[in-house]
């Protein structure tokens, strides 16, 4: 996550969203030395939540890199009286296209063989979840829910560029720094497709995000 009280902006961190490319993107280019962020791994920006967030936390290194507006104010970050004074912003991505990054991500890191559709209805739960990683059956927009009410806006993957230019215009601040393209080698040339059963499971579960994502890209 990424938030700074000083502009009263939050960012809040969905797992394959290019998520860590725009959050150094944003410590970078939005000048405030108070700001609170989870930091880069790609990077090596350190996080400034070591000394903020409580040890529960940190010993669940995913789920504080990519805590949720539930976390942030049950943790203290931002008061929940205070949400709509800030403007919190996400990433939306088309559900499918995110399965597929997560799997090939995490292909990246295991010494077996190469990919394959069997291979990934083998570490998912119902095809969808990957095992091992809760996180990953949580639909994004359930990231933007506190006390199971949405708050802030959700950007198309599509159109981050755009949205950032607008943030840094709107601040009237210069991008010193081009966003980075964090993770983007780990997919593979001869990626399979996924079949109608995966399909079908993926549509059950990430349901909300498929309505989400369909929405913005008929209003853009």
């Known amino acids: 996550m990424y938030i700074s009280h000083k502009h009263k902006i939050v960012f809040i961190r969905i797992p394959k969203t ?9 410590i970078k280019n939005i000048a405030d030395p108070e700001a609170i962020h989870s930091g880069v791994d790609d990077s090596k920006i350190k996080s400034t939540l070591v000394s ?15 805590y949720t507006l539930q976390d942030i104010v049950d943790d203290g970050f931002i008061k929940a009286e205070d949400l709509s004074t800030y403007k919190i912003y996400a ?9 597929k990054s997560m799997y090939w991500f995490r292909k990246k890191w295991q010494k077996v063989p190469p990919g394959s559709l069997q291979d990934y209805k083998n570490i998912t739960i ?3 979840e990957m095992k091992l990683s ?20 959700f950007w198309l993957f599509e159109n981050i560029d755009k949205e950032l230019n607008n943030i840094m215009s709107s601040l009237g601040l210069n991008i010193k720094h081009d966003l980075p393209n964090h993770k983007s080698g780990n997919r ?13 499971s993926l549509r059950a579960h990430y349901n909300n995000d ?6 913005l890209r008929i209003k853009q």
């Open 210 to 215: 498929f309505a989400m994502y369909k929405d």
């Open 18 to 26: 290019a998520c860590s490319s725009i959050t150094e993107f944003l």
């Open 91 to 99: 990433v939306i991505r088309n559900p499918v296209d995110r399965q």
């Open 52 to 66: 903020k967030a409580p040890i529960r936390k940190l010993v669940m290194a995913n789920k504080y890199v990519h």
């Open 134 to 153: 809760p996180t990953t059956g949580e639909e994004q927009v359930s990231f933007m829910k506190y006390n199971n009410k949405s708050y802030g806006t």
């Open 126 to 128: 119902g095809n969808c």
């Open 188 to 200: 593979k040339k001869d990626e399979f497709e996924f079949d109608r059963e995966v399909l079908n």
